[in-house]
């Protein structure tokens, strides 16, 4: 079983769809996670940022914990093409960056 | 330049070339990573160097050898390649090597044929 998995999609929305994207993972030890956005010929870039279970929203995005479950979801709302792009789950035990477990990524597209 | 600069962005070489990728930070961070993005596969942390001292290396094969002269730069030297390391490689920056958020380039696009 891989420590982290992610559904590599294509995930093909229309445009002001909510879109969810989803990880699970199995390391229960794990108390830092992460959403990193990655455009086409781009690097990663770091979209939103938790700490242990709960909701956080910024904008558009809105990223959810539930360690129970260890379960994380991210959720756009109102998605634009620009929305366009591959997501990265990451999560860590330390918060430090040298110790992230990445996700394959989910490959999403809006379209008009 | 702003942020984290990569060159090349695409690199094809052949198995017994020797090559090198560069990476350049523009943020004042001290540390410096190398990952390896392959299709359908998580992102692969292969060094970490934390003030230009490698504190990283994941078991990485040696024909991939690292060099960081000072905190904003970071090489990797690439030698006796197999078809499998065609990839796309990621440098990375942060504060400092404990720290959560890294900035990434925007990669080096390398087919070994």
């Known amino acids: 079983q891989k420590e982290v998995e992610q559904d590599p999609g294509p995930l093909s929305v229309p445009e002001g769809a909510i879109v969810s994207l989803n990880c699970t993972y199995s390391?229960?030890?794990?108390?830092?996670f992460m959403w990193y956005r990655q455009y086409s010929r781009k690097g990663p870039e770091l979209l939103m940022y938790?700490?242990?279970?709960g909701n956080k929203e910024d904008g558009r995005f809105t990223a959810q914990v539930d360690k129970s479950s260890k379960y994380i979801s991210l959720f756009i709302r109102d998605s634009q093409p620009s929305d366009s792009a591959t997501y990265l789950c990451?999560?860590?035990?330390?918060?430090?960056?040298?110790?992230?477990?990445f996700g394959t990524g989910t490959r999403l597209q809006v379209t008009l | 330049e702003t942020g984290v600069t990569q060159t090349p962005r695409h690199l094809v070489m052949g198995m017994t070339n020797k090559k090198s990728l560069k990476c350049e930070q523009h943020?004042?961070?001290?540390?410096m990573y190398w990952y390896k993005q392959s299709a359908k596969k998580p992102l692969e942390l292969m060094f970490v160097?934390?003030?230009?001292?490698?504190?990283e290396n994941n078991s990485v094969p040696s024909r991939f050898s690292p060099e960081c002269p000072n905190s904003s730069h970071l090489f990797l030297h690439l030698h006796t390649l197999q078809p499998e390391d065609s990839a796309l490689y990621l440098c990375?920056?942060?504060?400092?090597?404990?720290?959560?958020?890294?900035?990434f380039g925007p990669g080096t696009r390398l087919t070994v044929l």
């Open positions: 990375a920056s942060s504060q400092r090597g404990d720290t959560d958020t890294q900035y």
């Open positions: 390391n229960s030890a794990f108390q830092y």
């Open positions: 938790t700490y242990s279970s």
């Open positions: 990451a999560m860590s035990e330390t918060g430090t960056a040298s110790k992230l477990t």
């Open positions: 943020l004042g961070h001290n540390a």
């Open positions: 160097y934390n003030f230009k001292e490698q504190t």
